[in-house]
Nanobody, 130 residues
Framework: VQLQASGGGLVQAGGSLTLSCAIS????????IGWFRQAPGKEREGVLVSGSGNRETLYARSVKDRFTMSIDNAKNTAYLRMNSLKPEDTAVYYC????????????????????????WGQGTQVTVSS
């Protein structure tokens, strides 16, 4: 299984951007998909997570009401839609996933723990100018 993240770029504050995460070697069926970001000099942090088959999404407080995730199963691609972007959203963004009900249950509590994800995309840079 491989993930490939794309769609990053430079955007002005207040603007929007959509990132893509394509899976190969599998579909997203049964997977939990998370988005993370890492700013220079900071640790990687969770942005949001959602299961492929349900609508429950957990968010970091800093992005709630601005970021959403969707999945196009026909394209085997998950999307991170980012609205009302702020300069502090500047970071390298990663998608990650893990399969199975047991891990999904664990992630309901520990969704931002990077060690609980098995597959990672390579990261895509998002820069928000003020």
């Amino acid at each position: 299984v491989q993930l490939q993240a794309s769609g990053g770029g430079l955007v002005q504050a207040g603007g929007s951007l959509t990132l893509s995460c394509a899976i190969s070697g599998s579909t997203f069926d049964g997977y939990t998909i998370g988005w993370f970001r890492q700013a220079p000099g900071k640790e990687r942090e969770g942005v949001l997570v959602s299961g492929s088959g349900n609508r429950e999404t957990l968010y970091a407080r800093s992005v709630k009401d601005r970021f959403t995730m969707s999945i196009d199963n026909a394209k085997n691609t998950a999307y991170l839609r980012m609205n009302s972007l702020k300069p502090e959203d500047t970071a390298v963004y990663y998608c990650a996933s893990v399969r199975g009900a047991a891990r999904r249950a664990l992630l309901k509590t520990f969704w931002s723990r990077i060690e609980y994800y098995d597959y990672w995309g390579q990261g895509t840079q998002v820069t928000v100018s003020s």
